[in-house]
């Protein structure tokens, strides 16, 4: 690489970049509680007392059919949880206020070695993550109307407990009912399509009654804090220790992140048109979406009292009068799923920013654009890295060039460097001096092989985001022994050739007259070596490809400059 202290540089960018991941997962927000093996499943019924409203949840103050009767026959009201399958969600749905109170991903198991088990997204047990929505009535005079609006404590009626859409080529849809003093009544509406994790959410009013009716919708993403994530974790392979979890928001130009912390801090509310509000966490999210061109008035909340505190992003809709005899509808949509990047750019702009790959997303978006057009060829994520990695290499040929010939060069001197090293024993100015001047005499630059290599430092740190977020490379297989390259390889093959790569490299390497630099650079294989045993597959598999390039044209240069 260049100057003997080249690699040095190179690996300290590397370190320096690993000290900052920690420094960063330091303040990071706390984690999502883990997935376990056995998860429990739902009760279908619930017998608790429905939960009297808080003030401190709930925000200030496209129709998918016609309407529809529901079946006479409705469940009594208190709280029963409503099972709704289809082939890619299955969801509980509290028929108090309708809320989503668990959503499961059969697409997406807990780990390869539990495929039978799925992703839990939404949930409660010791800590919440759940979907609500509800109605809010203008108050008119300081009366309190409240009553004239179901809220997302408000016990709905349903015309059965089970839905099974898994078999469906047809959208489906699920009614709740709520009826209301004075004539009011409310149809919420749950409109799944199939193979989609979108689903469309809607909220009719019906006013039966003499008096006009004035209110807004509002839909929130609740969650707990949870616990603080393992300070060690990411040494171990846990590359959801350093993902984004935390809240999000666009406002139809900027896309914006909120940790818990920034929550604690400071409640945000704003008027905005055309965004969304989002939960984001490794690999998955939610999202309510409202409809385009409406001012909204996007919230955030923190609810203590719990074991942990709990968080809220939402919106509420401009306000809507619905005269006697007249009904309206308030939509959204609501997306619980994968941050599968070329569906969430579809539902809305900025939602693939979800994806979150750091203040390097300039680079990283191609990146991967890059790599998903070669696994469309492919069809293998592992082949795609390292077409991906020969790609790279091709791009920064010339930039490696200078660098190898520039260590060629630096070879030539290691015995006159040792011969000065040794004149001048141990007065290291008049060395420097002498050294500068063999520089100047003989036109070598001794940082020429430097800064490439640098400039390559940004891609490689944007292509580690990409392939730790992309959930493409979620339990993606690649050969024989590595079915997933999202964790590490389990048989540590791949970090143990990727340590021989490097010392390979550190033997083409010009021999650094210092003494403590040459054991230094020794020691760094090793120290990699250990290292990349915990990392992703994936990221490994980079690394070597990148190595076993940079060594044979490191070698091919070398040996014409001999010749």
Known sequence: MGDPRLFLYGALAIMLFLVWQTWELEKAPPSVPGQTLNQPSAPSERTQDTPAPQADDMPEARSVEPAADLPNETLPERSNWIRVRTDVLDLQIDTVGGNVVQADLPLYPVSLEARDIPTRLLYISNEKYVVQSGLTHDTSGGLDLSHRAPSHHAPYQAGRLQYDFSESTEPKTVILRWNGPDGIQVLKRFHFTPGRYLVDVTHEVRNQGEEEWVGRQYRQLRRSAGRAPDRTSLLFGNTEAISFIGAAYHDSQ??????????????????????????????????????????????????????????????????????????????????????????????????????????????????????????????????????????????????????????????????????????????????????????????????????????????FIALYWVLLESVELRQAPFVAWIQDLSVRDPYYVLPLLMGASMVVQTKLNPTPPDPFQAKLMMALPIVFTVFFLFFPAGLVLYWLVNNLLSIAQQWFIIRRMNA
């Open 254 to 459: 900027t896309y914006h992140k909120l940790s818990f912390e920034d929550m604690d801090e400071q409640p945000f509310s704003e008027n905005l048109t055309d965004g969304w509000v989002a939960m984001l966490q490794h690999y998955f999210v939610s999202a309510w979406v409202p409809p385009r061109g409406d001012v909204e008035r996007y919230y955030t909340r923190v609810v203590r009292g719990g074991r942990y505190p709990e968080y809220i992003i939402g919106m509420h809709s401009p306000a809507r009068r619905i005269a006697p005899g007249s009904s309206a509808q308030f939509a959204s949509q609501l997306y619980v799923g994968p941050k599968d990047q070329n569906k969430l750019e579809e539902i809305a702009d900025g939602l693939d920013l979800t994806v979150d790959y750091g203040i390097l997303t300039i680079l990283s978006k191609p990146l991967f654009w890059i790599l998903d057009h070669i696994y469309w060829l492919t069809g293998n994520w592992g082949w795609s890295i390292v077409l991906l990695t020969v790609l790279i290499k091709l791009l920064f040929y010339k930039l490696s060039e200078t660098s190898y010939r520039s260590m060629a060069k630096m070879r030539k001197f290691a015995p006159r460097v040792q011969q000065l090293r040794e004149r001048y024993g141990s007065d290291r100015v008049k060395m420097n001096e002498a050294m500068m001047k063999m520089y100047r005499e003989e036109k070598v630059n001794p940082l020429g092989g430097c800064w490439p290599i640098l400039v390559q430092v940004p891609v």
